[in-house]
């Protein structure tokens, strides 16, 4: 599936500068082919947006990626959504009460299919998506200490939030 294809029915030229951002965070950003599209598959994954989806399934085929490291990625996407949630309803609480361990089962986590700096990348294009402030900026710092760069940071940051208003767009043209 070629990216062109993905955005056929786009007409708007709020469309289009949604298409281009894709296109320019996607493609021309600092990530790696591969780490784009398992961030891409992430956001998809969380926002229901399945063009992306199937496009950044896709990229993945043609970068050689396991069935394995595919679905990795969506778990690890899965497993953020929950987290960002519970952290974020922390965050607003704001409860000596709540200052708990969270409880949750997250072996997906520490699978390392695509390696931890990619599942850094998701997990912090998934809280940027959910808006979880401490999920963030932990995961930020976390890119960092595996070898990712700030503009890195920035550009995972920028395709997720691109992703997340692409998916509403999608969805109301497959009405």
Known sequence: MELDQVFQKFERQAHTDMKLNFKKF?????????????????????TNCQPIKDFAVAELKKSD?????ISEALDIAAAMNVANNYYR??????????LKPAGFRMSVLTRNQIGK?????????????????????G??????EHGGSEEQVHDTARLASTINGLAPIFRELEA
């Open 117 to 137: 700096h990619a599942t850094e990348l998701i997990s912090l294009a998934v809280s940027v998506i959910n808006g979880c402030e401490s999920c963030v900026q």
């Open 26 to 46: 996607f493609a021309d950003g600092s990530l790696s082919p591969k780490d784009a599209a398992l961030v891409a598959l992430g956001c998809a994954a969380i």
């Open 89 to 98: 309803f922390r965050h607003f609480v704001e409860k000596e009460a709540y």
């Open 139 to 144: 995961h930020e710092k976390s890119v960092l």
């Open 65 to 69: 990626a396991k069935d394995e490291e």
